[in-house]
């Protein structure tokens, strides 16, 4: 700490702060306690509470004053804004750090990818700590545009911005002791490893616990989130854009164990952190469910802080950084004001400050290799295919089965019973791998959709009425280096160029999030009922999440993790 000596003093009431917020009503997370008091600021550290003398006063007026809040897991680039525009869109909402994976990044650019956020984190109004990692590819059912192992990972560990490693989402590896993923908790020993079993139960789940992981962010109901709770795991509350679990979640907390529970938002569009919010709106969320409101602020604040090792982070105390809200109600929970280490950086829901400059990706990442021909399916003497089908608001899938709609030998998309071929081309290596399946749930009536956002491997992603606008889809994308697109009849009705890594867009946030908004107006003047088509889409790739999924290596059952065929 800086002028150590020069701060002591300050605390100990011999000279006056640089700072001192007064007349505040203190959210205390650490006591549970709210009372009226003043808070010293020297350096951008708190340095005391109660009656001090200070250079400059803010009068609070009785005003609310809470820890900035912290996302314990998100991927910034689901957002689909670079570094600095994301920070644009949070710190309003009282944001101030965020434990981060930058497994898509790491998916298409490999250690590179790990590089660029380091970089493009640094000098912004919002810490953002790296999770390493730990699954690229998530399995080996896709390709990806990377393989890192524990001995790249090593490279990075140590460094002060890195937290640990990240979600473990080849679960089945770690609790059955393949030595590829013991070797990954075992460098991030000492630092926080993050888990990702959904659905996992019993003595499996037992064995993946004892291995080394220490938190989990995919249960959708209270049952397996208390099983995961009982055995030791940080439980993870998401609410995201299109993984909405909590109002499911609530239930399982009570005063006993909240404080071994921590908002996460996973992935968020730029759109809905501005308009909904981030993890102010969990706050807000949880409170109208029957939380009690400073539980709510701990579970936003002091329990992601503690559980990912974020020193002076996530409590107002001497030594703390001065990273604060302003706000005036915890029934409607609205932040007027946020501040990072005593400096005012956003105030009504704007952001006023000058953001760095964007640094440039290593190389580009869309090599395509493909043939129309190649999204034939031929039709067999079998009955029934097997189809993906949609449930809203959640990555997980179900497995049905339907009759095909077949002609000229040809299986085809289904409008009338809304079955929609799908297409996953990969793109990093043009390898020429093509996947073929069909989905239930677009609901599209006519044209396609298309993106190179398609978790985790991010590979050519299209959902269609018919092969030709499939293929126009495709070509838009490769015309772009990546993007998200709708098509109809031979025309773009809207496109989202991605030319970072095929994953985030170059352009500030208002008019990302305008290109955001017509994308999705353009999907649902298709006939698409979903509220995040294109986020939706970007899932049905996600090899590891059952429980049926498509990559370029065909269709993929999730719960066996292993290759299945089109026809039953």
Not at 69 to 75: A, E, K, T, W
Not at 129 to 157: Q, Y
Not at 173 to 191: D, H, M, P, R, T
Not at 563 to 568: E, G, I, N, R, V
Request: with cysteine; glycine share 8%.
């Amino acid at each position: 700490m800086r002028n150590l000596q020069q701060k002591l003093s300050v605390a100990r009431g011999e000279q006056p702060a640089e700072l001192l917020f007064k007349n505040a009503r203190v959210v205390n997370v650490l006591s549970g306690e709210i009372y009226k008091t003043n808070v010293a600021v020297e350096d951008g550290r708190i340095i005391g509470l109660g009656d001090y003398r200070a250079k400059r006063t803010i009068d609070l007026k009785g005003a609310y004053l809470a820890p900035s809040l912290i996302d314990g897991h998100f991927h910034v680039e689901s957002s689909m804004l670079t570094a600095p525009e994301f920070a644009r869109a949070v710190v309003p909402h009282g944001t101030g750090a965020m434990v981060i994976d930058p497994h898509e990044y790491a998916n298409v650019l490999g250690l590179d990818g790990i590089r660029y956020i380091l970089e493009s984190t640094k000098n912004l109004p919002l810490d953002f700590f790296i999770m390493l990692p730990s699954c690229v590819p998530a399995t080996h059912l896709e390709t990806a545009g990377a393989r890192l192992t524990a001995d790249d990972l090593k490279l990075m560990i140590a460094d002060e911005r890195v937290a640990g490693v990240a979600e473990l989402m080849n679960f089945p590896g770690v609790f059955l002791g393949a030595k590829s993923e013991l070797a990954k908790i075992k460098i991030g020993k000492g630092k926080a490893i993050d888990g990702h079993a959904p659905g996992l139960r019993g003595k499996n789940l037992n064995a993946y616990v004892l291995a080394g992981v220490g938190s989990d962010h995919e249960s959708v109901g209270v049952g397996e989130a208390r099983e995961k709770l009982r055995l030791g795991l940080h439980i993870l509350l998401r609410e995201g854009s299109t993984e909405r679990n909590l109002e499911h979640l609530i239930p399982l907390i009570n005063a006993h164990n909240s404080q071994n529970c921590s908002f996460a938002t996973d992935d968020k569009l730029a759109g809905d952190l501005v308009n909904e919010g981030h993890i102010d709106h969990c706050v807000r969320k949880a409170i109208k469910l029957g939380l009690p409101p400073i539980t709510a602020l701990q579970i936003a604040t002091i329990n992601p802080a503690r559980h990912y090792r974020l020193h002076n982070l996530g409590a107002i105390a001497p030594r703390f950084w001065a990273d604060f809200i302003v706000f005036d109600g915890l029934k409607n929970f609205q932040v007027r004001q946020t501040y990072k280490k005593g400096v005012l950086v956003a105030e009504n829901g704007k952001f006023p400050g000058k953001l760095p400059a964007k640094i440039s990706l290593p190389r580009s990442t869309m090599n395509l290799h493909y043939a129309p021909k190649n999204f034939i399916v031929k039709a067999s003497g079998k009955k029934k295919i097997r189809v993906i089908e949609i449930i809203p608001q959640q990555i997980i899938t179900k497995a049905i089965s339907v009759a095909p709609k077949i002609e000229n030998g040809e299986v085809i998309a289904d409008t009338a019973r809304d079955l929609l071929k799908m297409v996953v081309i990969e793109r990093h290596r043009a390898t020429g791998n093509v996947g073929v399946g069909f989905v239930r749930g677009f609901k599209l009536k006519t044209g396609a959709i298309a993106s190179t956002v398609a978790h985790d491997a991010h590979n050519v992603i299209v959902a269609g009425t018919n092969d030709a606008d499939i293929l126009f889809a495709i070509q838009e994308l490769e015309r772009l280096q990546g993007g998200q697109v709708a098509v109809a009849s031979g025309k773009v009705k809207a496109a989202l160029p991605l030319p970072i890594a095929g994953l985030v867009t170059d352009q500030p946030l208002p008019k990302a999030m305008k290109l955001i908004d017509d994308l999705n107006a353009a999907a649902h003047a298709l006939g698409c009922d979903l509220a995040a088509p294109f986020m939706t889409l970007s899932f049905l790739a996600l090899s590891p999440i059952p429980s049926l999924k498509l990559t370029d290596q065909g269709l993929i059952d999730a719960t066996k993790l292993q290759k299945t065929s089109l026809f039953l």
